[in-house]
């Protein structure tokens, strides 16, 4: 029997990977997240890996979106109480940022500076790269080729099993 120290990312890899291309819409990558039930995935251009995208970045992006909509529209509005006294015109209208988060792709969102490791990495490193970094994953790469991913519950798991 392999004990956990002596298991590498090879070992507890899943090498069947969805991800992402940096040219997709955001709401094309959030679907792949919720239909796989899978938090965050790669992103690949060509079979070379360009970054990382999470649930959390998406709904970051939205967010931001939303909140900075509002605070445009309290700009904005013009109060009689606060104005100088003249009539003027209603202010321009400008696209709302939410209206442009539909635009926005991958790319615009991801984390193109990504945690990686090789598939001889033990896994007791891969555990410390996931902690260091305050990452919920780390992709197992051949160069700059994926071929693996490691999941925070793909180690808890084999926690539980051990």
């Known amino acids: 029997m392999t004990t956990i120290a002596a298991l590498t990312a090879a070992d507890v890899m899943r090498r069947s990977l969805v991800f992402a291309r940096p040219d997709q819409k955001l709401d094309e990558a959030e679907r792949l997240l919720v239909d796989h039930r899978i938090t965050g995935m790669p992103v690949i251009e060509g079979t070379r890996l ?20 509002g605070q445009i529209r309290d700009e904005m509005h013009w109060d ?6 003249f009539a003027h015109d209603e202010p ?20 193109s500076q990504v945690v990686t490791c090789d598939r001889g990495t033990p896994i007791s490193q891969v555990a410390a790269l996931l902690i260091s970094n305050r990452i919920h994953r780390i992709l197992v790469v051949d160069a700059d080729r994926p071929v693996g991913i490691i999941s925070s519950l793909d180690l808890v798991k084999l926690l539980c099993d051990s």
Do not use: P
Not at 51 to 69: M, P, T, Y
């Open 80 to 85: 009689e109480t606060q104005a100088d006294g």
């Open 92 to 111: 321009e209208r400008i696209a709302s940022l939410s209206q442009r988060y539909q635009s926005l792709r991958v790319r615009d969102v991801m984390r």
């Open 50 to 69: 360009v970054g990382v995208v999470s649930g959390s970045d998406l709904a970051r992006a939205r967010v931001l979106a939303e909140a900075l909509d």
